[in-house]
């Protein structure tokens, strides 16, 4: 796949755009207006190589992680997952479920996160575990 690196030690236009990110944590790839961290072969296997390779977008968890959209890391055994789903349909928050009982890419993206614990979920900059509806509450501003 072709790319182009941007040397932040050696070009004066990559370290001005790197300081305009809130972290700063090397390496970071930019793609298709999507930004990211660190080096993971699953996830660019997943997030690179099928788009290019099969044509096929990146799994939705992906873009949703990128996005600051609403991920939820679940199982399909687990009723605090079920309680989660279920309280956000109830208050029409769209979210992003990533069911590490189904997809291996889900399974390992969640232990990167240091915790096999479900549901665990990630929200623009906030990370968590479990369901707790006043905390929810609070998080999406007090829809129910």
């Known amino acids: 796949m072709p790319f182009v690196e941007c040397n932040v030690e050696k070009e004066e236009k990559c370290m001005k755009q790197f300081d305009s990110f809130d ?40 873009n949703s992680r990128a996005n600051g959209d609403l991920l939820i890391y679940t199982t399909s055994s687990c009723p605090y997952c079920a309680q989660a789903r279920s309280w956000l349909a109830k208050n029409k928050i769209s979210y992003t479920e990533c069911n590490i009982t189904v997809d291996r890419f889900c399974n390992d993206d969640l232990a990167r996160l240091g915790s096999k614990a479900v549901p665990r979920w990630v929200y623009r900059d906030q990370t968590g575990t479990g369901f707790g509806e006043s905390n929810w509450r609070a998080m999406f501003g007090n829809k129910s």
């Open 23 to 62: 972290d700063k944590i090397l390496p970071r790839w930019v793609y298709q207006g999507k930004t990211g961290v660190m080096f993971s072969e699953e996830e660019w296997r997943g997030q690179f190589f099928n788009e290019f390779a099969f044509g096929k977008p990146a799994p939705a968890y992906m």
